[in-house]
Each structure stands twice: as structure tokens, then as C-alpha cells.
């Protein structure tokens, strides 16, 4: 066998899982052609809607400001929401991955694999970014980018990644909280009492109202519909700004609204305790996401 072809397939040999992942990655990419190019018959729905319904002024402002970008105005939302989207899943194997403490566990890549396979070939992602030109999966990616940047004590990129998320999908705090909640029972069940992580929550929670009425300000806007807007999903159809009529709409509209984010980051925790059963249910809640938000599909081309 000549050199070159033993050194090429020696090269092959040592980085067969690199390319295994770039190969799938190629492949996601490929499957999300058809839905950027598809446009529903009502396209100015994508643009009106977002004046009309229930979002924070920060998505608003993004939506708006990459119609600058030299592509036609509804692939501009929709590459971003690629990007969300492969920046989900890689985040996704790294996390997964940082929580395998054990040498034998570090060298298990089949689980991270599966995670980031999961990801990028999600129903939710693909019909919740670039077929219906939503970017929930970039506010996605920037929580998960502030939670590996929390666990490697890059506590100042930490906080500016949730601050981007929690502005562009203000019902990502419910996270935010839920981990800072999940660090105190750890410290007190290690009988360690700290309590700095609520007082910097509080003035994280303090810049997350000012930046919401700021925004608010440069979109035209008063601030104080700004910081209202931003609890506005607690209560508001996102689609046509009414109060949710029944319980069962509320139910529907929370599954919408924090299906993808509570997915990911579920899956994520269940394989890091070593339980890839329940990170396989987790699929069902993928299924179950995708058919309740087929009423947000709906009332955009509807």
C-alpha cells in the first residue's frame, strides 16, 4: 500500500467520529433546503404577526434588523433559525459530554452523539425555525451557551448569553430560576450556605426589565410596554395577543412556548445521571410539542 494512501486512511481512522458528525450535519443541512424555499401563499404573515402578537420588543428588533442582510427577507429569519439550530445541537453533545466524569464515561461519545443527532433532525426544530420562520431554537442555543459557560465559571459570558436568550423568548427565565432553585437544594443537602446566586439572580432579573423597556424604546415604543410585554406570554395567545380563554388553551400555549427549550434541556439531565431510557421518552414530548404548536402554523398562514 502506498504512503500516502496508508497516512489517508490512518487520517480517516483517527477522526472517523469528526467526520461521522460532519457527514450527518452536511445531511441536516441538506433536509432544511426544502422547507427555507417553501413559503406559505399569506408570506406577509411571517412580517405582520410579529407585530401583532405576544413577543418581547428584542425578537421584534432582531426580526426587523436582518431584513439588512443581502437575502430575501424570509430566508433572512430562516437562516438564523438554522444557525439556532446547529448551535443547539452542538452545545447539546458538548454539555452532554462535560457531564461524563468518569474516563470510561469520557470516552463514551454515543450518547452526546445521539443527543446532537437528535437535535438537528428535531420535528421541533425544523417546522419551529426554518419552515414556519420562528427563531426559538437561538434563544435555545444562547441559554445552553450560558449554561456550559456557567459550569466552566465564565460567569460574565454566562450571564450575557441567558440575558440574549431570556430578551428574545422572555419564558426561558423559567430556566433560569429552575437551576438557580436546583443549586440551592444542592447546597443545602451539602450543608453549604451560600445564597450569592439569588442576590446576582435578582440583579440579573433588574438589567433583564431595564433591557425590555430599553428595547421597547428603540422599536418606538413607551418603556413600561416593554416590561409588560415581557410577562405577556404568561397569560396572552402568542398568536392573536387575546387572553387564553381556558385552562386547556394555557396548557397548550405553555407546551408551545417552552416545548423545545424543556426538551432539550430535560434530555440533556437525564443522560448526564445516566438514564438514556428516559432521554428517549423525551422523543414523545418532542411529538407531542410539534403537534400542539401546529396550531401556531396555523395561525400564521390561516
Known amino acids: 500500500m502506498p504512503k500516502l494512501e496508508k497516512k489517508l486512511l490512518e487520517w480517516v481512522d483517527r477522526h472517523l467520529y469528526i467526520l461521522v458528525l460532519v457527514f450527518i450535519s452536511l445531511l441536516a443541512l441538506y433536509l432544511r433546503r426544502i422547507p427555507i424555499w417553501w413559503n406559505p401563499e399569506n408570506i406577509s404573515a411571517y412580517f405582520d404577526c410579529h407585530e401583532n402578537c405576544t413577543q418581547s420588543y428584542f425578537y421584534y428588533f432582531l426580526v ?6 443581502p437575502l430575501l427577507p424570509i430566508h433572512s429569519i430562516k437562516w438564523l433559525s438554522v444557525f439556532g439550530d446547529f ?10 459530554r462535560s457531564g461524563q466524569k468518569t474516563n ?3 470516552n463514551n461519545i454515543l450518547l452526546p452523539s445521539l443527543c446532537y443527532i437528535a437535535c438537528i ?3 421541533v426544530l425544523i417546522l419551529r425555525g426554518c419552515a414556519w420562520a420562528q427563531i426559538d431554537s437561538l434563544a435555545v442555543m444562547f441559554f445552553l451557551l450560558g449554561w456550559l459557560a456557567w459550569e466552566k465559571e465564565w460567569n460574565l459570558l454566562a450571564a450575557l448569553s441567558v440575558l440574549v436568550s431570556t430578551l428574545l423568548y422572555p419564558c426561558m427565565l423559567i430556566f433560569v430560576f429552575y437551576f438557580l432553585w436546583k443549586e440551592k437544594n444542592e447546597e443545602s443537602r451539602n450543608n453549604i450556605r451560600k445564597g450569592h446566586n439569588w442576590i446576582r439572580a435578582l440583579i440579573f432579573f433588574a438589567v433583564w426589565l431595564l433591557c425590555c423597556g430599553l428595547t421597547a424604546l428603540i422599536s418606538g415604543k413607551d418603556f413600561g410596554s416593554g416590561v409588560v410585554n415581557g410577562f405577556a406570554w404568561l397569560s396572552y395567545d402568542p398568536i392573536t395577543g387575546e387572553l387564553f380563554a381556558t385552562w386547556l388553551e394555557w396548557i397548550t400555549g405553555m407546551l408551545v412556548n417552552l416545548g423545545l427549550a ?3 434541556t430535560g434530555g440533556i439531565m437525564f443522560v448526564r445521571r445516566r438514564r438514556p431510557s428516559l432521554f428517549f421518552i423525551l422523543g414523545t414530548h418532542f411529538l407531542i410539542a410539534a403537534l400542539l404548536g401546529s396550531r401556531l402554523f396555523g395561525g400564521i398562514i390561516g
Do not use: D, I, R
Not at 426587523?64 to 442582510?69: F, M, R
Not at 448551535?87 to 452532554?96: H, Y
Open 64 to 69: 426587523h434588523a436582518v431584513q439588512y442582510l
Open 87 to 96: 448551535g443547539t445541537a452542538a452545545l447539546c453533545l458538548l454539555l452532554t
Open 104 to 106: 470510561v464515561q469520557k
Open 121 to 123: 433532525f428535531s420535528p
Open 262 to 264: 424543556g426538551s432539550v
